[in-house]
């Protein structure tokens, strides 16, 4: 069975602090896929990143980095000097060949000004 | 690029009484799902459409639920008769081929109460 847990149900930072989001998987599948997406106030989901699990790089898109690491099966994601707009729920997601995407529960960020 | 489209955006019911909700996908997309998230929790698939023919339904609760895609493009998600559990965010997604990787697109959502 597959299984993504995100421990933080919410973190609060102040604007300009860096943050990181914890996202820990489960399957016994060798081929799979990891997902960020965030969910703004206004309700729809928004793609971040996706990641093979044959693909180990880190990565880094602006403010925003991931930290794939297999041994743990663990899949982070950072925010590097959060603002107000990053304030959403972020969701990180597993996707195997034998089974539907299944998403976490989510962690909700709260940057403050 | 017009995004994936969703009506209602709220709706509140009482327990037993039918409720429909539509989605129009992005142009062109050929996969279309339906999630319900519900208050804290992350979305489950209900249903994947492929074009207008059903891919996966297995956690749909079929004696309530049903979904259709007629024409392969609009698809109406409709629950009937209502139950309180049913309160929760009715998403639906897009995505262009079907890959199972592919990036999904999502609407809004439709915010369901059931009282």
């Known amino acids: 069975a597959q299984k993504v847990t995100q421990a933080q149900t919410e973190i609060s930072v102040v604007e300009k602090e860096d943050v990181t989001l914890d996202c820990v998987y489960e399957?016994?599948?060798?081929?799979?896929?990891l997902f960020w997406y965030k969910q703004p106030p206004s309700g729809e989901l928004v793609f971040l990143i996706r990641r093979n699990s044959f693909d180990e790089q880190n990565e880094i898109s602006g403010r925003y980095s991931w930290n794939f690491q297999k041994s743990t099966s663990s899949f982070n994601f950072t925010i590097t000097a959060s603002q107000v707009v990053d304030s959403a729920v972020y969701f990180c997601a597993l996707l195997t060949g034998y089974s539907t995407l299944t998403f976490g529960k989510g962690t909700m960020l709260l940057v403050s000004p | 690029e017009a995004g994936v489209a969703q009506s209602p955006r709220y709706k509140i019911i009482e327990k037993r009484q039918s409720v429909a909700f539509w989605c129009n996908p992005i142009s062109g997309h050929a996969t279309l799902y339906w999630y319900q998230q519900i208050l804290g929790q992350g979305p489950k698939l209900l249903i994947q459409f492929q074009n207008n023919g059903v891919v996966d339904d297995s956690q749909l609760p079929k004696d309530r639920f049903s979904a259709e895609r007629l024409k392969g493009v609009d698809s109406t998600l409709k629950i009937q008769p209502a139950k309180l559990e049913d309160s929760a965010v009715y998403l639906c997604?897009?995505?262009?081929?079907?890959?199972?990787?592919?990036?999904?697109?999502f609407g809004s959502g439709t915010q369901l109460s059931v009282l």
């Open positions: 399957t016994r599948d060798t081929t799979y896929y």
């Open positions: 997604a897009s995505s262009g081929t079907g890959f199972l990787n592919e990036k999904l697109f």
